[in-house]
């Protein structure tokens, strides 16, 4: 995958990605929004220091690290991909209370139509601002939507520093053993 320019990059600024989805998805993951990377390319968690991809794999969701550019590949594994906020930034911080509210609802209409088995939105603060749930924290919530239960993971961004390669793997691994998803076991991982 070719890395887009800066001039690129700033094109990308407020344009959308693409949704991965299938009916009756097994986890639906969910990010923050697409960044400029991610616009510039039409591929889900592209910029390279993100750690959605290694995760995906370390936590055994998919056979191989898959790249950004194979996301389509998902939807055969039972998983896809969506945002809260469509809209690309440069940083999450610069979306609005009013954008996480209508993404909140718009995430909603998505789980009503393809009713995934799960939905996993990767990170605390956009659930918290989307759901209007202030107090949620990592791991499975009491809420659902319809027949859909909800996972918060940490945001997967290199920038989530308090996250390391192996907690992060670990709570992903937690959801997917939840979800019933066949994989291989996380070395270190207790139930």
């Known amino acids: 995958m070719l890395r887009p320019t800066r001039a690129e990059m700033e094109a990308a600024r407020d344009r959308t990605v693409c949704d991965v989805l299938a009916d009756d998805l097994r986890v639906l993951f969910c990010g923050i929004n697409p960044g400029l990377w991610t616009a510039a390319t039409g591929h889900h968690f592209a910029r390279p220091g993100n750690r959605f991809w290694p995760t995906l794999h370390a936590s055994g969701f998919t056979p ?10 998902l939807t055969t594994l039972g998983l896809g991909l969506t945002n809260v906020v469509a809209r690309a930034t440069a940083r999450a911080d610069e979306l609005t209370a009013e954008e996480f509210a209508a993404g909140g609802r718009i995430l909603e209409a998505k789980v009503a139509r393809h009713r995934p088995r799960w939905l996993a939105v990767a990170g605390v603060t956009a659930y918290r601002a989307a759901f209007a749930d202030p107090r949620a924290a990592v791991g499975p919530q ?4 319809g027949g859909t ?28 053993e939840a979800a019933g ?3 291989l076991p996380v070395p270190g991982l207790t139930a």
Not at 64 to 73: A, H, S
Not at 142 to 145: H, K, V, W, Y
């Open 64 to 73: 191989r690290r898959f790249r950004p550019d194979e996301q389509g590949e």
């Open 142 to 145: 009491s809420r659902t939507l």
């Open 149 to 176: 239960r909800i996972w918060v993971l940490p945001n997967p961004s290199g920038l989530n520093a308090h996250w390391t390669a192996a907690s992060l793997a670990a709570e992903f691994a937690r959801l997917r």
């Open 181 to 183: 998803a066949p994989g």
